[in-house]
């Protein structure tokens, strides 16, 4: 069992950065690929960014790619997902995923 906690999201004007977090316990999950996820209002849970367990691999859609960077700290059991030049349509539930354990959530709004 793994219990996923992402924090970090909030209110803020286009352009401007965020940083999320998500804390693992339970388990340890260095060894897994790490993810995140993000589903906005009306729309299907959609691929933002993941991480290998080692971070010598990062994968990002297209529509992040050049504004947002994953990372991880394995000694914390930690992801983050570095968010800059942020624009509205960036607004959603941002989800952390790790080897199919789901965590709650951390809204991000940005505004026009």
């Known amino acids: 069992q793994v219990q996923l906690v992402e924090s970090g999201g909030g209110l803020v004007q286009a352009g401007g950065s965020l940083r999320l977090s998500c804390a693992a316990s339970?388990?340890?999950?260095?060894?897994?690929?790490m993810g995140w996820f993000r589903q906005a209002l009306g729309k299907e849970r959609e691929f933002v960014a993941a991480?290998?367990?080692?971070?010598?691999?990062?994968y990002y859609a297209d529509s992040v790619k050049g504004r947002f960077t994953i990372s991880r700290d394995n000694a914390r059991n930690t992801v983050y997902l570095q968010m800059n030049s942020l624009k509205p349509e960036d607004t959603a539930v941002y989800y952390c995923?790790?080897?199919?354990?789901w965590g709650q959530g951390t809204q991000v709004t940005v505004s026009s």
């Open positions: 991480i290998t367990w080692s971070s010598d691999s990062a």
């Open positions: 339970g388990r340890t999950i260095s060894s897994y690929v």
């Open positions: 995923e790790v080897a199919g354990y």
